[in-house]
């Protein structure tokens, strides 16, 4: 009974469903961890990463584990304090890493070819909203609070967010999806391959946002310079041409098809795009 109640806990806890007082992690320590903005429910983004951390470990002759976060502000605290020192972020979770802790761009996804992905405003295919002005009043659901480049890309269309009859944060994008398919919600911000998950279940576009720098995995700015190579080489390598590279990243999203080197500046779009809906810095 005793094993099996500390078989239970260290499950729930990888699954993000139990909270252990976490510590950091000493670099150059012989385990790293990596950690994620929460894009799906804990047991989900565990089953989507796992397969990535065993390549990372075999690569780079590295243990190295998966480690959930609740959220997108956990994500960037937990790399900026060394609980984790990988992580996959959003491109706003990036910023923020890179401004507060000085996180550094290791490489991003390429997404049918592409180093950039566009966010989508989506509504039931059996909708009469037939353009953005036609939101107005009606209700929308967005994921994460923090995920400033969603209000961004709402707003670019043409809608302020007072201008909703109301509107939600759902945290992750299966939510919103799931939301406005059962009617919860008129329409709903998602990420291009989320919508694409979806579209055949009865969604329809009516907004795409320009071409946006993409998701990207980055790396504490403490951790070594080899490592950070060995890191960097084992994503380059890892491609959708081969069984066990169309494996890994078709768990991490079906679209992925590779990795690019990424680099801070390839964000300054983001930073732009963002700086009107960030607080003002206190003094």
Do not use: W
Not at 33 to 60: F, H, I, W
Not at 109 to 126: E, I, M, S, Y
Not at 150 to 160: C, E, N
Request: aromatic residues 8%; glycine residues 6%; contains cysteine.
């Amino acid at each position: 009974m005793k094993h099996l109640l500390t078989r239970c806990l260290i499950s729930l806890t990888a699954m993000g469903l139990l909270t252990l007082p976490a510590r950091a992690v000493p670099i150059g320590a012989e385990e790293l961890y990596l950690g994620s903005v929460a894009m799906d429910v804990p047991a989900a983004m565990v089953q989507r990463l796992t397969p990535l951390t065993a390549y990372l470990s075999k690569k780079t002759g590295i243990k190295i584990s998966f480690r959930a976060s609740p959220n997108l502000g956990s994500a960037v605290n937990e790399l900026g304090k060394d609980f984790t020192q990988i992580a996959y972020l959003t491109p706003v979770a990036f910023v923020e890493a890179h401004d507060k802790y000085r996180a550094r761009a290791l490489v991003s996804p390429l997404t049918h070819g592409k180093d950039t992905f566009n966010l989508v405003v989506a509504v039931r295919q059996d909708s009469p909203i037939q353009t953005m002005a036609d939101l107005k009043g009606k209700s929308f659901a967005l994921g994460d609070e923090k995920a400033l480049l969603q209000r961004a890309v709402v707003v670019g269309g043409g809608v302020k967010l007072e201008e909703f009859s109301k509107y939600s944060f759902l945290k992750h994008y299966d939510n919103i999806a799931k939301a406005v398919l059962n009617k919860d919600f008129d329409a709903g911000i998602l990420k291009d391959t989320s919508f694409e998950k979806y579209a055949p279940q009865g969604l329809r576009k009516i907004h795409t946002s320009p071409p946006l720098s993409s998701y990207l995995f980055a790396v504490s700015e403490r951790l070594p310079a080899e490592t950070v190579k060995k890191l960097r080489a084992a994503f380059l390598e890892l491609k959708a041409d081969t069984p066990e590279g169309k494996a890994i990243l078709t768990e991490l999203d079906p679209a992925y098809d590779g990795f690019v080197v990424a680099e801070d500046k390839d964000y300054d779009t983001i930073r732009k795009l963002i700086a009107p809906f960030q607080a003002p810095a206190v003094k």
